[in-house]
Nanobody
């Protein structure tokens, strides 16, 4: 059984920072990518940032320069450092884990940016 557990969401003022964490546990092998997606009310889920085992990273244009994805491969953990947060960053953020034969999602963590 695979578990994907996120943490770190919350309420922050515009311009503030949050750090999300996601840890994968269970019977999982050969992770080749971990990342973050988000879904705002009334909108489709969209990719935020993805990190591959080879060290590559990709970001949505809307978060480039503000968000940074990093990972601890030994601990199957991925982080998302979010700086200079904007009200439009408000969404439920989901951790995503990909292996060769399947993908897994966390339950989501709410990020709210409001004064």
């Amino acid at each position: 059984q695979v578990q994907v557990v996120e943490s770190g969401g919350g309420l922050v003022q515009p311009g503030g920072s949050l750090r999300l964490s996601c840890t994968v546990s269970g019977n999982i092998f050969s992770i080749f990518a971990m990342g973050w997606y988000r879904q705002a009310p009334g909108k489709q889920r969209e990719v935020v940032a993805v990190s591959t085992k080879g060290g590559g990273t990709n970001y949505a244009d809307s978060v480039k320069g503000r968000f940074t994805i990093s990972s601890d491969n030994a601990k199957n953990t991925v982080f998302l450092q979010m700086n200079s947060l904007k009200p439009e960053d408000k969404a439920v953020y989901y951790c995503y884990v990909a292996i060769v034969t399947a993908s897994y999602w966390g339950q989501g963590t709410q990020v709210t940016v409001s004064s």
